[in-house]
Every structure is written in C-alpha cells, then in structure tokens.
C-alpha cells in the first residue's frame, strides 16, 4: 500500500518570492513515480510536474521545480518567483505498481499575497 | 479538443435516488478512472478501467458501479444514492495503465445528496 503525506495544511507566499511545499510518501515499490497537481478554484486538476523514481535528477518546469530525495522519501515542491495565478491547493500525489492507481495526499493551500 | 469531459457540473439528488454520472475523453487514451474528492482528503479512486472492455475496483467501490462504454466513454453509476456519496467526482483518462503515464483530469461533478 502506498501513502502519501503533505503536513502543511495551508501556506503562504508574498508575489515574486520563493516557496517550498512538502510532501512525504511510503511505498514498498521499487519503480514508482511522483506527482504535483494544482487545483485551482476552478476544481480543474493540472498537473505541474512528474518524477520518475529511477531519475536522480530533479524535475523542473519553468518555475516549479522538485527536491527528490529518495532514501528520505521525501519529494517538495519549489515555486520560485511567485504569482497570484499560483495560489490554488496543490496535491502531491505517488503511483506504483503494474497499475496507474494515483495516490493523494491531502492538500496544501497555498496563498499568494502582494 | 475538449479534453476530459463531464456532465453534469453539478447535482442534487435525494437519498435513494439513482444517476449516472457521463465522463468522455477525445484524446484516444486507453485508460479512464473515476475518482471521489471530499473536504480535507485527497483524491480517492473509486474505479478504473485500463483498456476498452475492462473494470477493476479502485480504493472505494462500495455503492458504485462504471460502464466503459467505449473507448472515450467512462460511466458512473450511483444505484441508490446515500448522503455519504456527497462529493465531488473527478474523471480521468490517461494513454495507457502503466504507472508512469499522465492521468489527464476533468472539470469534476458537484453531488449533493440530501
């Protein structure tokens, strides 16, 4: 079974700084792959960014970027230069196994201030 | 191209009540899910099916049924609805089953059952 933790409940940011978000996750697979969705008020799920768990190097997506760290189970979220389009909830999310079953965790909101 | 599609936005049902729930793809993927979100959780999954003409039970079945009609097309099925079942539901569809593949999400259904 696989699990997925995110202790930050909410967090928030000042417009163009620098944020980090947490997630922690469990699984006794050896070939798995993470996930960050953004769910804006709209409900929309969008994914932000994807790492597979045999690549060392982080994943990056513009100004989304991942801190991998493996043996730690610990897979954050950095956002740099913030936006108010960013504030949204923001699931971290594990999938594992032979099957696409996505395991969530519960969410942070993140705010976005000026 | 729409996407992930869902009908309807939003519902209010009586307990007891049956519906259906109509999800449609038009990315020729493979894969389709159906997932439940609730306040203060994640994303749970509910049921999948991996390819035309299969369906597995995911995380939380009970009360639940799918129908893959066809390929773009993923059904769910409340038979006798229950206040519990008063969530947001959110279709996915994704290339194919394996674990790496991106789930592709749509716009979700707001059920209230009174």
């Known amino acids: 079974a696989q699990t997925v933790t995110q202790s930050q409940p909410e967090m928030s940011v000042q417009e163009a700084e620098t944020v980090t978000l947490s997630c922690t996750y469990d699984?006794?697979?050896?070939?798995?792959?993470l996930f960050w969705y953004k769910q804006p008020p709209s409900r929309q799920m969008i994914l932000v960014i994807r790492?597979?768990?045999?690549?060392?190097q982080n994943a990056t997506e513009n100004r989304f970027s991942v801190n991998f760290q493996k043996a730690a189970k610990s897979f954050s979220l950095k956002i740099s230069d913030s936006q108010l389009g960013d504030a949204a909830m923001y699931f971290c999310a594990s999938v594992a196994g032979t099957a696409s079953k996505l395991t969530f965790g519960t969410g942070t909101r993140l705010q976005v201030t000026l | 191209n729409a996407g992930v599609t869902q009908t309807p936005k939003f519902q209010v049902l009586k307990t007891g009540q049956s519906m259906t729930l109509q999800c449609a793809q038009d990315?020729?993927?493979?894969?389709m899910y159906w997932y439940r979100q609730d306040p203060g959780m994640g994303l749970r999954l509910i049921y999948y099916s991996a390819s035309e003409g299969t369906t597995d039970k995911g995380e939380v079945p009970n009360g639940y049924n799918v129908s893959r009609l066809n390929k773009r097309e993923f059904s769910l099925r409340l038979e006798s609805a229950a206040p519990s079942q008063t969530s947001v539901y959110f279709c996915?569809?994704?290339?194919?089953?394996?674990?790496?593949?991106?789930?592709?999400f749509g716009p979700g259904t707001r059920l209230t059952v009174l």
């Open positions: 790492q597979e768990a045999y690549k060392q």
């Open positions: 996915a569809s994704s290339w194919g089953p394996q674990p790496g593949d991106t789930q592709y």
């Open positions: 990315m020729n993927h493979n894969s």
């Open positions: 699984t006794s697979e050896s070939d798995y792959y």
